[in-house]
């Protein structure tokens, strides 16, 4: 017998087959990359490339050990429409996006939602404090995020691919803008972890994401939540961030110079070979 | 008809005499241009149960920020990673009667940025049992839309929203439902029909955000709009009645330094702890005058 051939044979809903693992079953696409033990303070290799994309002013593509982050300049051109701007300032304008099939687990819908807004408006206030907004008056500088693969830390990882990349694009800056994830696991008496995976961040009470300006020494960008804790645990979670941004910029650094005069950089063990 | 106005004003225990401090000039000598010092709050107006459509209101006023907040009980499936519990939900409307600004989409980026703080000082186990929101697991569960209305900004948006949540929380009662089950294993869903056979939450661990500006060197609570124009970088933090921090988050298009932001975080503690027990005594005050109190409403 002919079947109806409209008819979609299949649930009006799907859900993603992790729902029906016994709850104690953690599959193997979510452990990538964790040790169980492991140094606190160990933060992943980072690879870095500036200024890969032709059609962008800047770009630059950022991985750090799992979490593969495309960070692109557009501008600065002339602002076009919208409310007239406050002031002689240049507008810095940025989208923080996932892709679809970036995290394990379900699939993301492809507008984002909440989080990616919440996650553009943090890139942007870690990003305006370094970018000397006043030489480009009346202007729009558009910078664009996109993380192909969630590792853990993306929001860091895309705030250092994002500063890379407007140095790329010749824009004028304070300092170039690192960023660290912590997170700080259940348990008694935790200690916090710096640059955690993916793992890790889920299991996290607290999740916390320093921006870091090394060489003025001022925090350009702060987002954290979780269960309470005392304002010194915070304050500690906040010291290790800056450390690690301190110990991150020299690659950053490097891959700059290396993008404006090549030169083979001499390789460090924070980095990983090129591929 | 009696009226009920209640205020909270923090202050803080100063260690100088009135007189001597106002002679100090600027932040930098702990005075500011209303003649507060660093740390002290406006004096701010609380009412709880002002809009009679819903489960829950208040109503804040923190000198000319005017918020008004509604939570609507409403019954849902839980999702699917939480079966066990309810959840909330947070609207921020900016009207436009605010600001001029807010006209048309204006205020859209504002609200849901406010609206995405709540969610973030909402998310941990700490703030709300949302276990007692779930009425069957798997199935059913109350939703709380949690409304906020932008009715005047006078500064200091983020406080005096959380201010008001926590109190139409405070407010709120849900109506007792019982889950009746029969031989089938059919489900039936069953109200009290008592209309005060209601649950209350539990507000203690609700935590309020404090924002500290930044001017000059010296940070500054409870900006007015003037000092918010001046602050460059401001630092939110939330606070539980505990003096435990659940959030922090820096505002604005400044930087901080390290050490400053250590100072502010203990100052974010100090004056929460404050405004916590303020707020608790209010409300508890208000809660005890019973349905004989008289409402104050919007002309009050």
Same mark, same amino acid.
């Given at each position: 017998m002919p079947g109806d051939r409209r008819r979609i044979k299949g649930p009006e809903k799907s859900q993603a087959p992790i729902l029906y693992a016994p709850p104690d079953q953690v599959l193997e696409e979510y452990t990538r990359?964790?040790?169980?033990?492991?140094?606190?303070?160990?933060?992943?290799?980072?690879?870095?490339?500036?200024?890969?994309?032709?059609?962008?002013?800047?770009?630059?593509?950022?991985?750090?050990?799992?979490?593969?982050?495309?960070?692109?300049?557009?501008?600065?051109?002339?602002?076009?429409?919208?409310?007239?701007?406050?002031?002689?300032?240049?507008?810095?304008?940025?989208?923080?996006? /996932? @892709?679809?099939?970036?995290?394990?687990?379900?699939?993301?819908?492809?507008?984002?939602?909440?989080?990616?807004?919440?996650?553009?408006? +943090?890139?942007?206030?870690?990003?305006?404090? @370094?970018?000397?907004?006043?030489?480009?008056?009346? +202007?729009?500088?558009?910078?664009?995020?996109?993380?192909?693969?969630?590792?853990?830390?993306? &929001? +860091?990882?895309?705030?250092?691919?994002?500063?890379?990349?407007?140095?790329?694009?010749?824009?004028?800056?304070?300092?170039?803008?690192?960023?660290?994830?912590?997170?700080?696991?259940?348990? @008694?008496?935790?200690? =916090? &972890? &710096?640059?955690?995976?993916?793992?890790?961040?889920?299991?996290?009470?607290?999740?916390?994401?320093?921006?870091?300006?090394?060489?003025?020494?001022?925090?350009?960008?702060?987002?954290?939540?979780?269960?309470?804790?005392? @304002?010194?645990? =915070?304050?500690?979670?906040?010291?290790?961030?800056?450390?690690?941004?301190?110990?991150?910029?020299?690659?950053?650094? /490097?891959?700059?110079?290396?993008? +404006?005069?090549?030169?083979?950089?001499?390789?460090?063990?924070?980095?990983?070979?090129?591929? | 008809m009696m009226f009920v106005k209640l205020v909270v004003n923090v202050r803080r225990c100063s260690c100088y005499p009135e007189s001597f401090r106002q002679q100090r000039i600027g932040t930098q000598e702990d005075l500011r241009v209303d003649g507060r010092g660093c740390e002290d709050y406006r004096c701010a107006e609380v009412e709880t149960d002002v809009v009679s459509n819903t489960s829950g209101s208040?109503?804040?006023?923190?000198?000319h920020t005017d918020i008004l907040v509604g939570v609507k009980a409403e019954m849902g499936t839980p999702k699917w990673e939480r079966p066990d519990e309810g959840y909330l939900e947070f609207f921020v409307d900016c009207s436009a009667n605010a600001t001029p600004e807010f006209e048309g989409r204006g205020g859209d980026d504002l609200g849901t940025e406010i609206a995405n703080t709540l969610y973030r000082i909402f998310n941990n186990k700490g703030s709300i049992d949302l276990t007692s929101l779930c009425i069957s697991p798997r199935e059913h569960c109350w939703i709380l839309y949690v409304d906020?209305?932008?009715?005047?900004?006078?500064?200091?948006?983020?406080?005096?929203?959380?201010?008001?949540?926590?109190?139409?929380?405070?407010?709120?009662?849900?109506?007792?439902?019982?889950?009746?089950?029969?031989?089938?294993?059919?489900?039936?869903?069953?109200?009290?029909?008592?209309?005060?056979?209601?649950?209350?939450?539990?507000?203690?661990?609700?935590p309020c955000i404090i924002t500290l500006s930044k001017i000059g060197y010296r940070h500054v609570v409870d900006a007015t709009l003037q000092e918010e124009a001046c602050s460059l970088a401001s630092l939110l933090v939330s606070v539980t009645s505990k003096g435990v921090l659940t959030c922090l988050r820096k505002v604005g298009k400044g930087s901080l330094d390290p050490e400053s932001i250590f100072e502010m975080m203990e100052t974010g503690k100090r004056v929460g702890k404050v405004l916590h027990a303020s707020l608790q005594t209010i409300l508890q005050k208000e809660e005890n005058l019973g349905p004989k109190r008289q409402k104050v409403g919007f002309l009050g």
């Open positions: 990359e964790y040790v169980p033990t492991r140094d606190p303070q160990r933060q992943r290799p980072v690879y870095v490339k500036v200024g890969y994309l032709s059609q962008a002013t800047g770009s630059a593509y950022f991985e750090s050990g799992a979490t593969k982050i495309v960070a692109s300049v557009s501008g600065p051109r002339q602002a076009e429409g919208g409310e007239p701007p406050i002031g002689l300032e240049g507008r810095l304008v940025c989208h923080f996006r /996932r @892709a679809p099939f970036s995290a394990p687990g379900p699939r993301r819908s492809p507008s984002g939602g909440r989080e990616e807004k919440e996650l553009s408006l +943090a890139l942007q206030e870690a990003l305006v404090p @370094a970018v000397q907004l006043q030489r480009y008056p009346r +202007a729009l500088l558009e910078v664009s995020v996109l993380v192909l693969e969630d590792g853990g830390s993306t &929001l +860091a990882a895309g705030i250092t691919a994002a500063s890379l990349a407007l140095a790329d694009a010749s824009i004028e800056m304070f300092d170039l803008v690192a960023a660290c994830g912590l997170a700080l696991p259940p348990g @008694a008496d935790p200690a =916090w &972890l &710096l640059d955690p995976v993916f793992y890790e961040e889920q299991q996290a009470v607290v999740g916390l994401t320093v921006a870091f300006m090394p060489v003025s020494n001022q925090v350009s960008g702060l987002l954290g939540s979780g269960e309470g804790q005392a @304002a010194d645990r =915070w304050a500690e979670g906040v010291r290790l961030g800056t450390e690690g941004c301190q110990r991150l910029y020299p690659t950053m650094q /490097r891959w700059s110079l290396h993008t +404006a005069a090549p030169t083979p950089p001499p390789q460090t063990p924070t980095e990983k070979a090129d591929p | 208040a109503r804040v006023k923190l000198g906020v209305l932008l009715l005047e900004c006078g500064g200091n948006l983020f406080d005096a929203i959380s201010i008001a949540v926590k109190a139409a929380l405070f407010n709120t009662s849900i109506p007792k439902v019982r889950v009746l089950e029969d031989e089938e294993g059919s489900k039936d869903i069953e109200l009290s029909d008592d209309p005060y056979d209601c649950i209350r939450l539990n507000v203690e661990n609700v």
